[in-house]
């Protein structure tokens, strides 16, 4: 076969390709439009938010647990610098 000929059967199957590909992902974005049209219609209705909370907010600070975990890791960090030091 002349190259003219599997060029123009190269850029024909090119073509039919990419129009497959685009029809495709022209029928999933209509698809995922259309469901999120229904979620919105046919979905209940949220309730209003509470003006109090159920329970107290976490306290702001550390505990004396987390102290000792910061304690613990930055012992273990010293230990590995003063054991990996490079020539400064």
Request: no cysteine.
């Amino acid at each position: 076969m002349p190259v003219g000929e599997l060029l123009l059967q190269g850029v024909e199957l090119m073509l039919l390709g990419m129009g497959v590909v685009f029809l495709f992902l022209t029928l999933l974005v209509g698809m995922v439009s259309f469901m999120s049209f229904l979620v919105t219609r046919f979905a209940p209705e949220q309730a209003e938010a509470t003006v109090g909370l159920s329970r107290p907010p976490p306290t702001i600070g550390v505990r004396n647990d987390d102290q000792q975990v910061v304690a613990v890791i930055s012992a273990a960090v010293k230990r590995y610098r003063e054991r990996h030091k490079t020539g400064e």
